[in-house]
Protein backbone atom coordinates (compact mmCIF):
# COMPACT_ATOMS: atom_id res chain seq x y z
CA UNK A 1 0.00 0.00 0.00
CA UNK A 2 1.03 3.48 -1.34
CA UNK A 3 2.03 5.93 1.91
CA UNK A 4 0.70 9.21 1.14
CA UNK A 5 2.29 12.36 2.48
CA UNK A 6 0.90 15.79 2.06
CA UNK A 7 3.64 17.96 2.81
CA UNK A 8 1.37 21.58 3.67
CA UNK A 9 3.36 24.86 2.93
CA UNK A 10 3.29 28.22 2.92
CA UNK A 11 4.20 30.30 -0.62
CA UNK A 12 7.44 31.44 -0.99
CA UNK A 13 8.85 28.52 1.09
CA UNK A 14 11.57 25.89 0.51
CA UNK A 15 8.74 23.58 -0.92
CA UNK A 16 9.57 23.27 -4.31
CA UNK A 17 13.11 22.18 -3.30
CA UNK A 18 11.55 19.98 -0.92
CA UNK A 19 9.38 18.35 -3.87
CA UNK A 20 12.61 17.78 -5.77
CA UNK A 21 14.40 16.23 -2.83
CA UNK A 22 11.76 13.37 -2.11
CA UNK A 23 11.34 13.31 -6.49
CA UNK A 24 14.91 11.74 -6.29
CA UNK A 25 13.97 8.65 -4.31
CA UNK A 26 13.20 5.52 -6.74
CA UNK A 27 10.59 4.66 -4.14
CA UNK A 28 8.13 7.91 -4.52
CA UNK A 29 5.92 10.34 -6.65
CA UNK A 30 5.59 13.53 -6.36
CA UNK A 31 2.47 15.58 -7.00
CA UNK A 32 2.70 19.65 -7.38
CA UNK A 33 -0.26 21.42 -5.68
CA UNK A 34 -3.25 19.34 -6.68
CA UNK A 35 -5.46 21.48 -5.22
CA UNK A 36 -4.40 24.93 -6.92
CA UNK A 37 -6.71 24.77 -9.96
CA UNK A 38 -9.85 24.02 -6.83
CA UNK A 39 -8.49 26.91 -4.64
CA UNK A 40 -8.26 29.60 -7.89
CA UNK A 41 -11.67 28.69 -9.12
CA UNK A 42 -13.25 29.23 -5.27
CA UNK A 43 -10.79 32.34 -3.93
CA UNK A 44 -12.36 35.19 -2.92
CA UNK A 45 -8.60 36.95 -2.70
CA UNK A 46 -7.88 39.76 -4.63
CA UNK A 47 -4.40 38.52 -5.47
CA UNK A 48 -4.14 38.45 -8.91
CA UNK A 49 -1.91 34.87 -10.02
CA UNK A 50 -0.02 34.37 -13.01
CA UNK A 51 -1.73 32.02 -15.69
CA UNK A 52 -5.11 31.59 -13.39
CA UNK A 53 -7.01 31.08 -17.02
CA UNK A 54 -4.91 28.05 -17.82
CA UNK A 55 -4.12 26.24 -14.68
CA UNK A 56 -8.28 26.45 -14.03
CA UNK A 57 -8.52 24.96 -17.53
CA UNK A 58 -5.91 22.54 -17.57
CA UNK A 59 -6.09 20.74 -13.57
CA UNK A 60 -9.31 19.22 -11.73
CA UNK A 61 -11.16 22.29 -10.28
CA UNK A 62 -13.50 19.84 -7.77
CA UNK A 63 -11.24 19.77 -4.98
CA UNK A 64 -13.54 16.58 -3.36
CA UNK A 65 -12.42 15.32 -7.18
CA UNK A 66 -8.66 15.99 -6.15
CA UNK A 67 -8.54 14.63 -2.98
CA UNK A 68 -10.85 11.29 -4.34
CA UNK A 69 -8.57 10.41 -7.77
CA UNK A 70 -5.34 12.24 -6.86
CA UNK A 71 -4.51 11.54 -3.05
CA UNK A 72 -6.43 8.76 -2.58
CA UNK A 73 -5.76 7.83 -6.14
CA UNK A 74 -3.62 4.30 -7.31
CA UNK A 75 0.22 4.89 -7.27
CA UNK A 76 3.17 2.12 -8.63
CA UNK A 77 5.28 3.71 -5.55
CA UNK A 78 5.85 2.51 -2.07
CA UNK A 79 5.46 6.75 -1.64
CA UNK A 80 3.57 9.23 -3.08
CA UNK A 81 4.22 12.76 -1.99
CA UNK A 82 1.81 15.55 -2.48
CA UNK A 83 3.37 19.18 -2.30
CA UNK A 84 0.03 21.36 -0.99
CA UNK A 85 -0.33 25.44 -0.17
CA UNK A 86 -2.14 25.35 3.12
CA UNK A 87 -3.94 28.12 1.81
CA UNK A 88 -5.86 26.24 -0.81
CA UNK A 89 -7.70 24.39 1.73
CA UNK A 90 -11.10 26.10 0.97
CA UNK A 91 -14.42 24.91 0.78
CA UNK A 92 -13.66 21.38 0.94
CA UNK A 93 -14.20 18.71 4.20
CA UNK A 94 -10.63 18.73 5.91
CA UNK A 95 -11.22 15.39 7.34
CA UNK A 96 -9.21 13.51 4.38
CA UNK A 97 -5.86 14.72 6.07
CA UNK A 98 -6.52 12.55 9.10
CA UNK A 99 -6.19 9.44 6.44
CA UNK A 100 -2.38 10.82 5.20
CA UNK A 101 0.65 11.35 6.70
CA UNK A 102 1.24 15.32 7.60
CA UNK A 103 4.05 17.59 7.46
CA UNK A 104 3.95 21.40 7.75
CA UNK A 105 6.75 23.23 6.02
CA UNK A 106 7.40 26.65 7.73
CA UNK A 107 8.68 29.87 7.18
CA UNK A 108 9.75 33.20 8.81
CA UNK A 109 6.84 35.52 7.64
CA UNK A 110 8.59 38.29 7.20
CA UNK A 111 10.85 36.34 4.18
CA UNK A 112 7.76 34.84 2.90
CA UNK A 113 6.28 38.43 2.76
CA UNK A 114 9.19 39.89 1.26
CA UNK A 115 9.48 37.06 -1.59
CA UNK A 116 5.55 36.89 -2.08
CA UNK A 117 5.62 40.58 -3.29
CA UNK A 118 7.55 39.76 -6.08
CA UNK A 119 4.42 37.93 -7.76
CA UNK A 120 1.94 38.83 -6.17
CA UNK A 121 0.67 42.36 -4.76
CA UNK A 122 -1.29 43.01 -1.34
CA UNK A 123 -1.17 39.96 0.36
CA UNK A 124 -3.40 39.35 3.22
CA UNK A 125 -2.53 36.73 5.81
CA UNK A 126 -5.13 34.43 4.08
CA UNK A 127 -2.62 34.72 1.24
CA UNK A 128 0.51 33.81 3.62
CA UNK A 129 -1.40 30.72 4.97
CA UNK A 130 -0.20 30.60 8.27
CA UNK A 131 -2.84 30.95 10.18
CA UNK A 132 -4.33 28.06 8.55
CA UNK A 133 -1.02 26.12 9.62
CA UNK A 134 -1.81 26.45 12.69
CA UNK A 135 -5.31 25.97 12.39
CA UNK A 136 -3.87 22.44 10.83
CA UNK A 137 -1.57 21.56 12.77
CA UNK A 138 -4.43 22.01 15.95
CA UNK A 139 -6.37 19.41 13.94
CA UNK A 140 -3.71 16.95 13.05
CA UNK A 141 -2.22 17.21 16.33
CA UNK A 142 -5.38 16.25 18.20
CA UNK A 143 -5.69 13.15 15.57
CA UNK A 144 -1.90 12.51 15.94
CA UNK A 145 -1.77 12.45 12.02
CA UNK A 146 1.13 15.14 12.56
CA UNK A 147 4.07 13.28 11.28
CA UNK A 148 6.55 16.53 11.79
CA UNK A 149 7.21 20.73 11.76
CA UNK A 150 10.01 21.96 9.59
CA UNK A 151 11.02 25.02 9.48
CA UNK A 152 12.92 26.23 6.11
CA UNK A 153 16.01 28.32 7.79
CA UNK A 154 17.04 25.06 10.07
CA UNK A 155 16.53 22.57 6.49
CA UNK A 156 18.64 24.84 4.67
CA UNK A 157 21.63 25.15 7.35
CA UNK A 158 21.53 21.44 7.73
CA UNK A 159 19.37 19.49 5.07
CA UNK A 160 20.52 15.93 5.95
CA UNK A 161 19.82 16.01 9.65
CA UNK A 162 16.57 17.31 9.27
CA UNK A 163 15.31 15.17 6.43
CA UNK A 164 17.10 12.14 8.16
CA UNK A 165 14.60 13.21 11.34
CA UNK A 166 12.09 13.85 8.96
CA UNK A 167 12.35 10.56 7.53
CA UNK A 168 12.29 8.41 10.64
CA UNK A 169 9.07 10.74 11.83
CA UNK A 170 7.52 9.42 8.63
CA UNK A 171 9.17 5.96 9.66
CA UNK A 172 10.63 5.34 6.01
CA UNK A 173 14.34 4.98 5.11
CA UNK A 174 16.46 8.17 4.54
CA UNK A 175 17.94 8.55 0.82
CA UNK A 176 21.12 10.56 0.93
CA UNK A 177 19.76 11.36 -3.08
CA UNK A 178 17.42 13.86 -1.25
CA UNK A 179 20.74 15.90 -0.99
CA UNK A 180 20.99 16.82 -4.82
CA UNK A 181 19.40 16.82 -8.30
CA UNK A 182 19.96 17.97 -11.67
CA UNK A 183 19.51 21.58 -12.68
CA UNK A 184 16.42 22.32 -14.75
CA UNK A 185 12.60 21.11 -14.51
CA UNK A 186 11.48 18.26 -13.24
CA UNK A 187 8.55 16.12 -15.15
CA UNK A 188 6.27 17.03 -12.09
CA UNK A 189 6.26 20.65 -12.27
CA UNK A 190 3.11 22.31 -12.34
CA UNK A 191 2.55 24.71 -15.51
CA UNK A 192 3.39 27.52 -13.39
CA UNK A 193 6.76 26.41 -12.97
CA UNK A 194 8.07 29.39 -15.25
CA UNK A 195 6.45 31.72 -13.08
CA UNK A 196 7.53 30.62 -10.01
CA UNK A 197 10.54 28.06 -9.76
CA UNK A 198 13.36 29.79 -11.23
CA UNK A 199 15.60 29.34 -8.47
CA UNK A 200 15.29 26.41 -7.87
CA UNK A 201 15.73 25.21 -12.06
CA UNK A 202 19.14 26.73 -11.56
CA UNK A 203 19.73 24.73 -8.56
CA UNK A 204 21.32 21.29 -8.02
CA UNK A 205 20.70 20.84 -3.99
CA UNK A 206 19.27 23.24 -1.43
CA UNK A 207 20.86 26.26 -1.21
CA UNK A 208 23.01 26.69 1.90
CA UNK A 209 21.28 29.40 3.91
CA UNK A 210 22.11 33.22 3.93
CA UNK A 211 21.02 35.64 6.51
CA UNK A 212 19.53 38.57 4.48
CA UNK A 213 18.51 41.64 6.00
CA UNK A 214 14.66 42.03 5.00
CA UNK A 215 13.08 45.45 6.16
CA UNK A 216 8.88 45.54 5.58
CA UNK A 217 6.75 48.92 5.89
CA UNK A 218 3.16 49.73 6.21
CA UNK A 219 0.72 47.43 5.49
CA UNK A 220 3.33 44.84 5.12
CA UNK A 221 4.83 44.77 8.47
CA UNK A 222 1.70 45.29 9.93
CA UNK A 223 0.86 41.83 7.91
CA UNK A 224 4.14 39.98 9.45
CA UNK A 225 3.25 41.20 12.65
CA UNK A 226 -0.30 39.74 12.48
CA UNK A 227 1.10 36.09 10.95
CA UNK A 228 4.15 36.33 13.27
CA UNK A 229 2.47 34.26 16.89
CA UNK A 230 0.90 31.93 14.69
CA UNK A 231 4.66 31.48 13.27
CA UNK A 232 6.46 31.56 16.67
CA UNK A 233 3.90 28.92 17.60
CA UNK A 234 4.96 26.52 15.39
CA UNK A 235 8.53 27.16 15.25
CA UNK A 236 8.63 25.64 19.26
CA UNK A 237 7.62 22.60 17.26
CA UNK A 238 10.51 22.70 14.51
CA UNK A 239 12.62 19.92 13.99
CA UNK A 240 16.21 21.54 14.88
Known sequence: MTKKINVWSSPRNVSTAFMYAFAQREDTTVVDEPLYAHYL?????????????????????????????????????AIALFKQMTHHLIEIDLDFVLKTENVLLIRDPKRIIASYIKVI?????????IKMQ??????????????AVIDAKALLLNPPKVLATLCHHLNIPYDS???????????????WAKDW???VH??????????????????????EAECKPFYDYLYDYAIQ
Open 41 to 77: SKTTSNAIHPMTAEIISTMENDGQNVVDNIIFGAYDT
Open 121 to 129: DNPTIADIG
Open 134 to 147: YDLFQKLKKANKLA
Open 177 to 191: NMLQWEAGPIAADGI
Open 197 to 199: YAN
Open 202 to 223: QSTGFIPYVEKEVTLEGKLADL
